[in-house]
């Protein structure tokens, strides 16, 4: 009993501080960088119908998001504050979520300690959390929808009716794409779940329907009034170092292998070091992944029910775009969404290695170390800007 009350009393320290971080990076009111810039020059244009279409400048935003973006803020004349506010909400309710599925996916609550560790420690997850582009909603949706799949194991049993917020959850969850591009990657995945568990439990036959057809008719829609103006030559062209080369096994491998790399490193932010650092956690994520994804799929029937599975799945998805050059295979901050499951991954990787102590103590330390040196860091550059913007704190 009082492990857990230790690892609670961690969870909510980890909390506190990521609040503190967000916050810290949000009251700095930094100025808007190119594409925030963009964004805002579509939001001072007058009416709401012009965003369904092309936006000029050139932008790819979700546009349901950017008109609630532009009705939070227009009262404020578009103030940093405002147009951000969406933003930072969306990221501290993911860390939220996340830090609920780490809890009731790890059999060890201090694999759910280390995963959150490294949320509250990487400098992009408070940077987002105040940056106009929609990334924290990317993270939010993806995580919401991890939730329910969740929910959906229990529908393994043929005794289980559902409940009154499972057809509204289900009728609501497909909403999200309107807010988040990533959102497609799971869009599909609790029709697929409903469908598996036909067999079992007739009682899901409503939910199915529900789910389908709302998630057809919001495709649809996204896609007339949204996602063909936003799939241009012109992203293509900006990403095209992050798809994955066909042209030979040389070129496959070099970026298979720079994208696996930016998957695990890119959240710590411009250090050069500190990256090379993080690449020791490589490894441990491809083994972790490997592992664990296929088994607990292949445990669950193939049903989509528990972080491993999800994890391996949303890493196929990324890799087939990134062949076919339909999006990037680890695009950075487009793949903001996926950060959360290496971290679980990495964390379940060296939990594996308890067996072997000479291995797991130091492989945990540096672990731990690591990512203690990261949240400083973390403090330190929102801190200096702040003090760049607004002088002395005291």
Same mark, same amino acid.
């Given at each position: 009993?009082?492990?857990?009350?230790?690892?609670?009393?961690?969870?909510?320290?980890?909390?506190?501080?990521?609040?503190?971080?967000?916050?810290?990076?949000?009251?700095?009111?930094?100025?808007?960088?190119?594409?925030?810039?963009?964004?805002?020059?579509?939001?001072?244009?007058?009416?709401?119908?012009?965003?369904?279409?092309?936006?000029?400048?050139?932008?790819?935003?979700?546009?349901?998001?950017?008109?609630?973006?532009?009705? *939070?803020? /227009?009262?404020?004349? !578009?103030? &940093?504050? +405002?147009?951000? @506010?969406?933003? $930072?909400?969306?990221?501290?309710? =993911?860390?939220?979520?996340?830090?609920?599925?780490?809890?009731?996916?790890?059999?060890?609550?201090?694999?759910?300690?280390?995963?959150?560790?490294? *949320?509250? /420690?990487?400098?992009? !997850?408070? &940077?987002? +959390?105040?940056? @106009?582009?929609? $990334?924290?909603?990317?993270?939010? =949706?993806?995580?919401?929808?991890?939730?329910?799949?969740?929910?959906?194991?229990?529908?393994?049993?043929?005794?289980?009716?559902?409940?009154?917020?499972?057809?509204?959850?289900?009728?609501?969850?497909?909403?999200?794409?309107?807010?988040?591009?990533?959102?497609?990657?799971?869009?599909?995945?609790?029709?697929?779940?409903?469908?598996?568990?036909?067999?079992?439990?007739?009682?899901?036959?409503?939910?199915?329907?529900?789910?389908?057809?709302?998630?057809?008719?919001?495709?649809?829609?996204?896609?007339?009034?949204?996602?063909?103006?936003?799939?241009?030559?012109?992203?293509?062209?900006?990403?095209?170092?992050?798809?994955?080369?066909?042209?030979?096994?040389?070129?496959?491998?070099?970026?298979?292998?720079?994208?696996?790399?930016?998957?695990?490193?890119?959240?710590?932010?411009?250090?050069?070091?500190?990256?090379?650092?993080?690449?020791?956690?490589?490894?441990?994520?491809?083994?972790?992944?490997?592992?664990?994804?296929?088994?607990?799929?292949?445990?669950?029937?193939?049903?989509?029910?528990?972080?491993?599975?999800?994890?391996?799945?949303?890493?196929?998805?990324?890799?087939?775009?990134?062949?076919?050059?339909?999006?990037?295979?680890?695009?950075?901050?487009?793949?903001?969404?996926?950060?959360?499951?290496?971290?679980?991954?990495?964390?379940?990787?060296?939990?594996?290695?308890?067996?072997?102590?000479?291995?797991?103590?130091?492989?945990?330390?540096?672990?731990?170390?690591?990512?203690?040196?990261?949240?400083?860091?973390?403090?330190?550059?929102?801190?200096?800007?702040?003090?760049?913007?607004?002088?002395?704190?005291?």
């Amino acid at each position: 009993m009082m492990i857990l009350k230790r690892e609670l009393k961690l969870i909510i320290v980890l909390s506190v501080i990521f609040v503190g971080l967000c916050s810290l990076h949000y009251f700095t009111r930094r100025p808007y960088w190119l594409d925030e810039s963009f964004v805002i020059k579509n939001l001072f244009k007058p009416g709401y119908l012009r965003y369904f279409g092309v936006l000029d400048p050139l932008q790819s935003f979700p546009r349901l998001h950017l008109i609630l973006i532009k009705f *939070i803020s /227009a009262p404020y004349g !578009f103030d &940093y504050m +405002a147009t951000r @506010l969406l933003s $930072y909400v969306f990221m501290l309710s =993911a860390y939220f979520v996340w830090g609920r599925l780490y809890w009731k996916n790890s059999v060890n609550r201090w694999l759910a300690v280390l995963s959150l560790l490294a *949320i509250t /420690a990487l400098f992009k !997850f408070s &940077y987002y +959390a105040s940056e @106009l582009k929609p $990334y924290s909603m990317d993270m939010l =949706a993806v995580a919401l929808y991890t939730l329910y799949l969740q929910r959906q194991k229990r529908f393994d049993s043929p005794q289980i009716r559902a409940q009154l917020k499972d057809y509204v959850i289900v009728a609501t969850l497909p909403l999200l794409t309107f807010f988040s591009y990533a959102s497609l990657f799971v869009l599909w995945t609790v029709s697929y779940n409903f469908i598996l568990l036909l067999k079992r439990n007739k009682n899901v036959r409503s939910l199915l329907i529900l789910n389908s057809i709302v998630s057809i008719v919001s495709f649809i829609i996204f896609y007339f009034i949204d996602l063909r103006y936003s799939i241009t030559d012109a992203g293509k062209n900006y990403w095209s170092s992050y798809f994955l080369c066909s042209d030979s096994f040389l070129c496959f491998m070099d970026t298979f292998g720079e994208g696996v790399k930016r998957l695990v490193v890119f959240w710590v932010g411009e250090s050069d070091t500190m990256k090379v650092v993080a690449s020791g956690l490589i490894p441990i994520f491809i083994f972790s992944l490997f592992g664990y994804g296929p088994k607990q799929w292949w445990r669950d029937r193939f049903r989509l029910f528990h972080i491993d599975t999800l994890s391996f799945v949303l890493f196929l998805e990324l890799f087939v775009l990134g062949i076919l050059n339909l999006y990037p295979f680890t695009g950075e901050r487009l793949t903001l969404f996926y950060a959360p499951f290496v971290f679980h991954m990495v964390s379940k990787g060296i939990d594996a290695l308890k067996k072997f102590a000479w291995c797991y103590w130091p492989l945990l330390y540096y672990y731990v170390i690591y990512y203690l040196i990261c949240m400083i860091r973390t403090f330190s550059s929102h801190f200096q800007v702040y003090r760049h913007f607004h002088g002395s704190v005291f």
